[in-house]
């Protein structure tokens, strides 16, 4: 961490105390907040601790994938110490609440949800979610939570047609406009609870936002999307029976 570092001209302290957070830490550049934040959890960080950087020069997705993380985007890791294992659902939880946040500043229901970790404006990719967790035996020590949000980055050529910053949608749009609206979202979630399971209205929540539901898939499994159970396992309808997919990165068919 840098001292004097400001985010959107906010120091980190202030920074904590506007979202509630215990701690948070401002650098220029990681190579990964999520690594940055689990060096902080093994030297007994606190629920809560936010770690912000400006740049990430490694940041990584599901399934040893790279994510673009240039200056003008969010990339934020988030400590929680879970009483329990939550399985699959963390990511959806996570999901639901960046989709909240993303909806209060547009001014209405637009976010759309990706099994298992990738939150959609208009068909083409806003967020991406990524959880790890380290584990004492059966016991889960800590879960990082790593959200990256495109919101004023330029967006490689590679990857302009399927992706989407949010100041397409909201010019005037800050990153501190998302983390106001993001950080004490993910903060109430943690204190309301860590169960192994969404909740009744945890899956509605879901299912109204579900952007796979109804699609045809060629992987993990070809057939057509239907939903997702309660412990975060995709349904996947496939010649006359249904199957559960628990992992695996999604295509079209």
Known sequence: MVAGLTFDGVPAAALAARWGAPDCRLFPRLGSTLDALHALAAAGAPAGTVVLAEEQLAGRGRDGRTWHSPPGGVWLALLLRPARASGGVASLRVGLALADAVDALLGRAEARLKWPNDLLLGDRKLAGILCEGRWHGEQPQWLAVGIGVNVCNVLPAEVARSSVALCEWLPAVRRLDVLDALVPRLLRGAAGGDGPELTAAECAA???????????????????ACGVRPDGTLLVARGGRTVPVREGHVALA
Do not use: K
Request: hydrophobic residues 45%; charged residues 35%.
């Open 206 to 224: 879901f299912a109204a936002r579900d952007w796979l539901r109804g699609r045809e898939l060629r992987a993990p499994v070809a057939g057509r």
